[in-house]
């Protein structure tokens, strides 16, 4: 276990070393002068000059990535908008971000898990097409739409929940619900294939055949050989909550990492940019480390690989 453990925490320094080079050569490649837009309309060619050396953006591309990366490490990095450290500026984001994924990967697991085993173990009957059809219409549905339409009925209509901000738990409710929905009609529609796949097998049937009892069949046995696709899917989804909740970050004001990332790409506040993607980055990286360990513990035959 250890010896695993081990090989995917080194993998995590390529990577690491990687996206940052990749980030950083593709902010660079976009259109418009940072200097230039920092410095506002009508700055005069001094105001521009000054901003591009206090900043080292007249220095090689080499240089200027030097200069990034040691300003990741030893914490120093600023914002070339508000020249406030960047980090102080991006984890409350991330916190908000990281809040607000895992209340929606909570309801997606428990939603799209129970609808999976139930459209498995009622397979072709009319649950099982409803269960279907229903992550179906989750996975089409376009997830500002489905924001703005509880927008609509639960603070608008009804009164129920507040329309965005932040602040106590009714605040991250329709948000949550929102992100979570399309990722739980995911979730079920692998989880009901998984299921079926295990109860087409021999064990299973003999355990039937010896009388066990049908809860247990499949809570006890089924569903636990079913797991390594459903925690797959699980991980893979909770990472791309991490970075790509910006839409619904948007619908209801949540002042998360993804949102701050599109702000400052407009803004071209590049090292904004460039750490926030880095921190999204590392994070899905780290979330699928945590998907190999439990495929470590659910399977042993993944510990011998």
Do not use: C
């Not at 329709?174 to 299921?195: E, Q």
């Amino acid at each position: 276990m250890h010896r695993f453990l081990a090989r995917r925490l080194l993998l995590l320094v390529p990577i690491f070393f990687g996206v940052s080079v990749l980030i950083f050569l593709f902010m660079n490649l976009l259109p418009g002068d940072p200097a230039r837009i920092l410095a506002g309309e009508g700055a005069t060619a001094e105001d521009i000059r000054n901003i591009t050396l206090k900043f080292g953006l007249d220095q090689p591309l080499p240089v200027q990535y030097g200069l990034f990366m040691r300003g990741v490490f030893s914490g120093d990095l600023r914002s070339l908008r508000t020249e406030r450290p960047v980090l102080e500026l991006i984890f409350p984001a991330f916190r908000n971000t990281i809040q607000l994924a895992l209340i929606s990967i909570l309801i997606a697991a428990l939603l799209g898990v129970s609808m999976g085993i139930f459209a498995a173990v009622k397979r072709n009957s009319w649950i099982d097409n409803l269960v279907m059809s229903l992550s179906l219409f989750g996975v089409s549905m376009p997830v500002f739409w489905l924001g703005i339409l509880l927008i609509i009925l639960f603070s608008m209509t009804w009164r129920l929940l507040p329309a965005g901000g932040i602040g106590t738990f009714r605040h991250i409710i329709l948000p949550a619900v929102t992100l979570g929905m399309a990722t739980a009609a995911i979730i079920a529609r692998m989880t009901r294939a998984s299921m079926l796949q295990v109860l087409n097998q021999d064990y299973i049937r003999t355990a039937q055949a010896y009388g066990l009892s049908t809860n247990k069949i499949i809570y006890k046995y089924a569903l636990k050989n079913a797991m390594i696709p459903i925690v797959t899917i699980v991980g893979l989804q909770f990472g791309y909550m991490l970075g790509g909740a910006v839409l619904t970050e948007s619908v209801f004001g949540w002042p998360g990492v993804g949102r701050m990332v599109v702000d400052s790409i407009f803004s071209r506040d590049y090292t904004v940019v460039q750490t926030g993607i880095m921190i999204i980055a590392l994070s899905f990286v780290l979330v699928n480390l945590t998907v190999d360990i439990t495929y470590a513990f659910l399977d042993p035959r993944v510990r011998r690989g």
